[in-house]
């Protein structure tokens, strides 16, 4: 009985395995391989060794988008956490039909296309014609040809899908022990050392959550500047080293130039980024991270 058990848990997790084999650890073999060669799809690959690595170490664009990558980054996460979580206090404050009446409108904006997002953030930050701009009258900056603003454009157009993360805090907030609340607030504590001393604590593996999907989201954006700066009616009219982000540069390498050995080499340079901040944020999570019985 035990062994035919065992044979049936195979049998349903086949499908996951064979998915997990074809469509992720297949590729992620197959590019690690390519990355130590030179390959154009073209013609056959031919073995380079570490030459792949040594030129991206070397090349200024790298840099220049990886920088790009990181700044944005930097912005769009803490962003992105404090927004969410103040309109999530809002929604666990509000009644039940209202809460979710709001919480619909706050997560329609995540199954938005992000193609459809990037088409937005030129209607919305067009310097010319943009929405934005006709409210902010001469003070607007030109979001999408200025270097220096067309980041922070790109993050209020990234605030757009921050529905999932509202429903994550929302979730958090009301599981946190009322008689927690009750008993700070018999002590004399204000409504914002309540908020600090109690609500925090208690949502911290909600918010270290957050934090390291929306670090790894950040550090793979594509889509919505593609579309925006980098589509073909767009490059030329919107072109800019500012909007280079890294894995736009990827794409450059592997589907425009098809250097695909070096695409790969990218590829994986930005996993051991992402792991090396994984691990660090997972790190640092141990002092600051509290969870139920802990």
Known sequence: MARRETWA???????????????????????????????????GAEFVGADNYRTLF???RVRTSLGNTLFYTALHVPLTMVVSLALALLLNR??????????????????????????????LFNGQSGLVNQVLGPI?????????????????IGAWSLGSTVIIYLAALRDVPRDLHEAAQMDGASAWARFRAVTV?????????????????????????????????????????????????????????LHIGYASALAWLLFGIIMAVTLVQVRLSRRFVHYGGG
């Open 94 to 123: 509000a009644g039940r039909r209202s809460a979710g009446f709001f919480r619909t409108v706050f997560y329609l904006p995540t199954v938005t296309p992000k193609v459809a997002v990037g088409v937005l953030f030129l209607l």
């Open 58 to 60: 070397g090349d200024p």
């Open 140 to 156: 607007g900056p030109d979001w999408t040809a200025d270097p220096a603003w067309i980041k922070p454009g790109l993050v209020l």
């Open 9 to 43: 848990a195979y049998g349903f997790l086949s499908p996951w395995i064979v998915g997990f084999l074809v469509f992720l650890a297949g590729p992620m073999v197959a590019s690690l391989v390519l990355s130590f060669t030179d390959y154009d799809v073209l013609t």
């Open 201 to 257: 604590p208690s949502i911290s593996g909600a918010l270290f959550f957050t934090l390291i999907i929306n670090t790894i989201s950040g550090l793979q954006t594509f889509d919505e500047v593609y579309t925006a700066f980098y589509g073909s009616a767009n490059q030329q009219t919107y072109g800019s080293d500012a909007a280079l982000f890294y894995v736009v540069y990827l794409f450059q390498q592997a589907f425009q130039f």
